[in-house]
C-alpha cells in the first residue's frame, strides 16, 4: 500500500498547498507512490484555492497548483494517515490538539527545525520565493526520509 502523508499549516492557501505541490512534483520526478495532499486547521478558506502569490511561486518553478481548493484539518482526519506533517510550531501543537498522535513537523528536515513562515501577512510577494526554498529543501528531504524507512 502506498504511503500517505498530508501536509497542515492554517489556513491551507500559502504553505501547505505549496509543499502539496513540490511533493506531487517530487514524487512524479523519483516515481515514489505515495499519496499526497494538504489541509488547514482554520476553516476560513474551504473551497478556496491557494492565494495568488503562492500560486504565482509554484508557478515561477513549473508548478501549477492553481486546482487545489482549500480543505480543512478536523477530528475526522485524525489518525488517519501515515505521516502527517505541520509546517510550525502552532499548526503542530494545533494538530496534536485534536489528538493526532504522532505529528513532525516540516523545518525538522532540513532547516534546523525552524517554522517556515507565514506568509499570509507578508507585504505583497516579497518573501515568498524565500518560503517557497525553504519548503522545496525539506519537502524533499523528508520524502527521501519516508522512502529510506528513515522515518
Ligand atoms: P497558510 O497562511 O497557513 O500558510 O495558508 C494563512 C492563510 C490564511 C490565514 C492565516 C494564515 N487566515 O487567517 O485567514
Same mark, same amino acid.
Given at each position: 500500500?502506498?504511503?500517505?502523508?498530508?501536509?497542515?499549516?492554517?489556513?491551507?492557501?500559502?504553505?501547505?498547498?505549496?509543499?502539496?505541490?513540490?511533493?506531487?512534483?517530487?514524487?512524479?520526478?523519483?516515481?515514489?507512490?505515495?499519496?499526497?495532499?494538504?489541509?488547514?486547521?482554520?476553516?476560513?478558506?474551504?473551497?478556496?484555492?491557494?492565494?495568488?502569490?503562492?500560486?504565482?511561486?509554484?508557478?515561477?518553478? =513549473?508548478? /501549477?497548483?492553481?486546482?487545489?481548493?482549500?480543505?480543512?484539518?478536523? +477530528?475526522? $482526519?485524525?489518525?488517519?494517515? *501515515?505521516?502527517?506533517?505541520?509546517?510550525?510550531?502552532?499548526?503542530?501543537?494545533?494538530?496534536?490538539?485534536?489528538?493526532?498522535?504522532?505529528?513532525?513537523?516540516?523545518?525538522?528536515?532540513?532547516?534546523? =527545525?525552524? /517554522?517556515?513562515?507565514?506568509?499570509?501577512?507578508?507585504?505583497?510577494? +516579497?518573501? $515568498?520565493?524565500?518560503?517557497? *526554498?525553504?519548503?522545496?529543501?525539506?519537502?524533499?528531504?523528508?520524502?527521501?526520509?519516508?522512502?529510506?524507512?528513515?522515518?
Amino acid at each position: 500500500m502506498s504511503k500517505t502523508i498530508i501536509f497542515v499549516c492554517l489556513g491551507n492557501i500559502c504553505r501547505s498547498p505549496l509543499a502539496e505541490g513540490i511533493a506531487k512534483r517530487y514524487c512524479e520526478e523519483q516515481a515514489y507512490d505515495f499519496e499526497i495532499s494538504s489541509a488547514g486547521t482554520g476553516t476560513w478558506h474551504i473551497g478556496n484555492p491557494p492565494c495568488e502569490n503562492s500560486i504565482k511561486v509554484a508557478h515561477q518553478n =513549473g508548478i /501549477d497548483i492553481s486546482m487545489q481548493r482549500g480543505v480543512n484539518f478536523d +477530528e475526522s $482526519f485524525v489518525n488517519k494517515y *501515515d505521516y502527517v506533517v505541520g509546517l510550525d510550531d502552532s499548526n503542530v501543537m494545533n494538530i496534536k490538539k485534536l489528538g493526532q498522535e504522532k505529528v513532525y513537523k516540516l523545518g525538522d528536515f532540513g532547516f534546523e =527545525g525552524k /517554522d517556515v513562515p507565514d506568509p499570509y501577512f507578508f507585504d505583497g510577494f +516579497e518573501g $515568498f520565493d524565500k518560503v517557497f *526554498d525553504m519548503i522545496d529543501v525539506c519537502v524533499k528531504n523528508l520524502l527521501n526520509d519516508i522512502k529510506n524507512n528513515k522515518i
